[in-house]
T-cell receptor
Framework: AQKVTQAQTEISVVEKEDVTLDCVYE???????LFWYKQPPSGELVFLIR??????QNEISGRYSWNFQKSTSSFNFTITASQVVDSAVYFC???????????FGTGTRLTVIP | DADVTQTPRNRITKTGKRIMLECSQT?????MYWYRQDPGLGLRLIYY???????NKGEISDGYSVSRQAQAKFSLSLESAIPNQTALYFC????????????FGPGTRLTVL
């Protein structure tokens, strides 16, 4: 079974604060793929990152960084120096070997207050 | 122009009506998907297609049907809409293999009264 848990339903931070969005996953597959998507208020889904299960190297892209830890089945997302434009719903998703779809978490709504 | 387009963007209909949502893509991807998003539930897969002759049910296919008219077009139909099909519907595309990221359309907000 594939499952993604995003325990934080809503988070509010003041602009320029750092914020971490948690993602915990469950899968029996030894090879799997993890994703993060952003859904801004306009509604579209924007792909942010894909991570393979055999590559635990953390990744940084500008103010965004991702911490993948297989030992705790987590793939957390940190935004450094948050900005109002970061306000959105963020989804973590999992795709196992042979799976034909993405399994999405329920999302975390991030509000950055100016 | 957007790579994945959906029409209509918003639709209000009545219970029992037949509705078709359309998706077109210019990305040249062979794989297409339909998801629905409900508040607090994330996205769930309805149907997917890996090529024109391939149609597969997803997690929540009951009450829906699809048609892959061409590589670039994938339509979702609600034969007899019911209020609990009120949701935000997304079309997505990807290339193979399966671990490639999916690219989503802008969504269609459907309300069934």
């Amino acid at each position: 079974a594939q499952k993604v848990t995003q325990a934080q339903t809503e988070i509010s931070v003041v602009e320029k604060e750092d914020v971490t969005l948690d993602c915990v996953y469950e899968t029996r597959d030894t090879t799997y793929y993890l994703f993060w998507y952003k859904q801004p208020p306009s509604g579209e889904l924007v792909f942010l990152i894909r991570r393979n299960s055999f590559d635990e190297q953390n990744e940084i892209s500008g103010r965004y960084s991702w911490n993948f830890q297989k030992s705790t089945s987590s793939f957390n997302f940190t935004i450094t120096a948050s900005q109002v434009v970061d306000s959105a719903v963020y989804f973590c998703a999992l795709r196992g070997t042979g799976a034909n779809n993405l399994f999405f978490g329920t999302g975390t709504r991030l509000t950055v207050i100016p | 122009d957007a790579d994945v387009t959906q029409t209509p963007r918003n639709r209000i209909t009545k219970t029992g009506k037949r509705i078709m949502l359309e998706c077109s893509q210019t990305k040249g991807h062979d794989r297409m998907y339909w998801y629905r998003q409900d508040p607090g539930l994330g996205l769930r897969l309805i149907y997917y297609s890996f090529d024109v002759k391939d149609i597969n049910k997803g997690e929540i296919s009951d009450g829906y049907s699809v048609s892959r008219q061409a590589q670039a077009k994938f339509s979702l139909s609600l034969e007899s809409a019911i209020p609990n099909q009120t949701a935000l519907y997304f079309c997505a595309t990807s290339t193979g293999p399966s671990f490639n990221e999916q690219f989503f359309g802008p969504g269609t907000r459907l309300t069934v009264l």
